[in-house]
């Protein structure tokens, strides 16, 4: 098993259910970031909301920064089920 590798998500039906898990959390990261910097953008019109709409922007900025972590510990967990002495990464 190579680390992110597509077809390792079809190695067992194990496999299957902790992509489909992570596939989840990672839509609904990608749709919560994207829903705080329109609102964020939105409050920026005023000034009286734009301190408001700086930590909607923060908060956004760390949820795309979660999005290759969440890649990560899909990894992890895969490697939990899968053979440990097939991650080695292969040389040209």
């Known amino acids: 098993m190579q680390l992110f590798d597509p077809d390792t998500r079809n190695l067992s039906e194990r496999h299957k259910k902790i992509y489909a898990y992570f596939e989840l959390a990672y839509t609904v990261v990608d749709v919560t970031a994207a829903s705080m910097f329109v609102v964020g953008s939105v409050l920026f019109f005023r000034e009286s909301t734009s301190l408001a709409g700086t930590w909607l922007f923060l908060i956004g900025s760390i949820l795309f920064g979660l999005r290759p972590t969440l890649k990560l510990i ?3 967990a895969y490697l ?6 097939d991650v080695a990464i292969k040389r040209p």
């Open 74 to 76: 899909r990894e992890y």
């Open 80 to 85: 939990r089920v899968g053979k440990y002495e």
